[in-house]
């Protein structure tokens, strides 16, 4: 989502958001909470950044191989791709460039890393520091689907 893009978050959705740090929120609209000292209102603020041509439709998820690693998104900040395995292992890098953040997001994945060794879940989230280099996360029970964001 670009800047001045007004959105809101309601019941039944799952967000994954990957963003640069930002202190700036306009609240344009709570829920139905009253406004108060630390939850406060800024509707012509609001006004003054909302850029009306800032929508995005969704996107469908592509197909997938086994063991195949997509880019979803990508800018000068961030990138997100999904990686995919039923039963392919996925021998991946950080190459000392950047951190990883890998989210499961359906599955179970084994990640390993020297003598490390975590198992991960639907909805966990390992940061592989950048200093770690390679790695490897191999499917297990039926397979994975993950998120994976860096620099």
């Known amino acids: 989502m670009s ?4 959105h809101a978050l309601g019941p039944g959705l799952l967000v994954y958001e990957v963003q640069e740090s930002s202190d700036l929120t306009y609240r344009v609209y709570d ?9 406060v209102l800024h ?3 609001s006004l003054a950044v909302a850029d009306p041509s800032a929508g995005r439709r969704p996107v469908p998820l592509p197909a997938f191989q086994d063991g195949q690693c997509q880019i ?10 999904i990686l995919n395995s039923q039963t392919q292992s996925l021998s991946l890098d950080t190459s000392g460039q950047s951190f ?7 599955g179970t994945a084994r990640f390993s890393s020297g003598s490390e060794q975590v198992s991960l879940s639907q909805f966990e989230t390992l940061l592989v ?6 790695y490897r ?5 039926g397979g994975f689907r993950a998120l994976r964001s860096r620099l």
Request: proline share 7%; aromatic share 6%; glycine share 6%.
């Open 3 to 6: 800047a001045g893009t007004i």
């Open 31 to 39: 829920w139905g909470r009253p406004q108060s000292a630390t939850r």
């Open 43 to 45: 509707i012509d603020k």
């Open 72 to 81: 979803l998104c990508q800018s000068e900040y961030f990138k997100l791709e």
């Open 100 to 106: 990883h953040a890998l989210t499961v997001i359906e």
């Open 129 to 134: 520091p950048a200093d770690a280099g390679a």
């Open 137 to 141: 996360l191999e499917p297990q029970a």
